[in-house]
T-cell receptor, first 111, second 114 residues
């Protein structure tokens, strides 16, 4: 199977600062890496994803980087806002659409 | 488009009782997943269907958990008998088959076993 590790488990930042969450994966066959945001009591929702043929992807304040050689990928949130506070999960998927999730990072943005 | 529908939203049962959860995926999504999310942890895949066939059930505790997707659309997940450690949110998700793409999640069913 696949083993996805995620760090840190909790992260507090001041509003306006950047937040970085890192994940590693074990299976070199994994080729799709989505990031989900889960607010308290709500469903996980996709915020950004990256495929293995791309090294970086950006969408407004959110960016994801992928290092296939090292088998790690990271989520970067710039200019954080209180509404960014949530739990973020990384995932790795390989052909067959089997998703393996990290353990989550609880992000708190302090106003 | 309509999202993934799950019911019930909440369920409280006593240990050793049985419980069933229902999921209706997004129309046209051939792949359906059931995940168990224990408080403070990431979703753990229990079973993955493609149409009405099982793709992966390696982490499904088959002595007490069962799932079916008879017509390749709706799915039910059953626990019989429930244990205290089954308390969790059970998330259903669906995705298109073929090109790897995102999984869309339902709201989940929060199960409390007392």
């Amino acid at each position: 199977g696949e083993n996805v590790e995620q760090h840190p488990s909790t992260l507090s930042v001041q509003e306006g600062d950047s937040a970085v969450i890192k994940c590693t994966y074990s299976d070199s066959a994994s080729n799709y890496f989505p990031w989900y945001k889960q607010e308290l009591g709500k469903r996980p929702q996709l915020i950004i994803d990256i495929r293995s043929n791309v090294g970086e992807k950006k969408d407004q304040r959110i960016a994801v980087t992928l290092n296939k050689t090292a088998k790690h990928f990271s989520l970067h949130i710039t200019e954080t806002q209180p509404e960014d506070s949530a739990v973020y999960f990384c995932a790795a998927s390989k052909p067959g659409n089997q998703f393996y999730f990290g353990t989550g990072t609880s992000l708190t943005v302090i106003p | 488009e309509a999202g993934v529908a799950q019911s019930p939203r909440y369920k409280i049962i006593e240990k050793r009782q049985s419980v069933a959860f229902w999921c209706n995926p997004i129309s046209g999504h051939a792949t359906l997943y059931w995940y168990q999310q224990i408080l403070g942890q990431g979703p753990k895949l229990l079973i993955q269907f493609q149409n009405n066939g099982v793709v992966d059930d390696s982490q499904l505790p088959k002595d007490r958990f069962s799932a079916e997707r008879l017509k390749g659309v709706d799915s039910t997940l059953k626990i019989q008998p429930a244990k205290l450690e089954d308390s969790a949110v059970y998330l259903c998700a669906s995705s298109l088959v073929g090109r790897v793409t995102e999984a869309f999640f339902g709201q989940g069913t929060r199960l409390t076993v007392v």
